[in-house]
């Protein structure tokens, strides 16, 4: 099993940036597709970033693509997300999320298993 703990959330005005990060333990990294997905006040979850075990492969939602960057570091445990140009409608809780499933079936919100970490606030001021 994998513990996850992400970080680097705060408040920005739109256009800044921030980096998410997200630090893993117990379980080498390895065995995992690593993903981002969000949650806005009085949405359900939602699907914005996955990454293969490798690196090889990466997958973004439509509204984020050009903009977030999704990376990891396998020797560090930690994957991150980089998010540029950010929007109001970006405000939402982030949450770390690894799973056995493919980075691809992650995309396809073919996959509802997940290891969780406890979420990070960004909050995006107009």
């Known amino acids: 099993q994998v513990q996850l703990v992400e970080s680097g959330g705060g408040a920005v005005q739109a256009g800044g940036s921030l980096r998410l990060s997200c630090a893993a333990s117990?379980?080498?990294?390895?065995?995992?597709?690593m993903a981002w997905l969000r949650q806005a006040p009085g949405k359900e979850r939602e699907f914005v970033s996955a990454i293969s075990r490798s690196s090889s492969f990466t997958y973004y939602t439509d509204s984020v693509k050009g903009r977030f960057t999704i990376s990891r570091d396998n020797t560090k445990s930690t994957v991150y997300l980089q998010m540029n140009s950010l929007k109001p409608e970006d405000t939402a809780v982030y949450y770390c999320?690894?799973?056995?499933?493919?980075?691809?079936?992650?995309?396809?919100?073919?996959?509802?298993?997940?290891?969780w970490g406890q979420g990070t606030q960004v909050t995006v001021s107009s």
């Open positions: 999320a690894a799973t056995e499933r493919s980075a691809s079936l992650v995309a396809a919100g073919k996959v509802s298993n997940y290891y």
């Open positions: 117990g379980r080498t990294l390895t065995n995992y597709a």
